[in-house]
């Protein structure tokens, strides 16, 4: 097994996240390829659906807007 320490930082990303979206992220990048973000949110299997889901349509539509 690969060991990997990570480094110590004075605060979390974001208050939700932990090791297993340390986890889902490298499942992610594995499985749907670097930087697809949205289909990692939308994978039932990783930990991002219920802590961070896809925008719906209408909050897409209204960030866009000028």
Not at 8 to 33: F, N
Not at 39 to 47: C, G, K, N
Request: hydrophobic fraction near 25%; glycine fraction near 4%.
């Amino acid at each position: 097994a690969l060991r990997i320490d990570p480094p110590q930082l004075p605060e979390r990303p974001t208050k939700w996240w932990d090791a297993m979206a340390d986890k889902s992220l490298i499942v992610g990048c594995y499985k749907h390829g670097y930087e697809n973000y949205d289909q990692m949110r939308a994978d039932p299997t990783l930990s991002f659906i219920s802590s961070c889901p896809l925008p719906s349509q209408t909050q897409t539509n209204q960030t866009e807007q000028p």
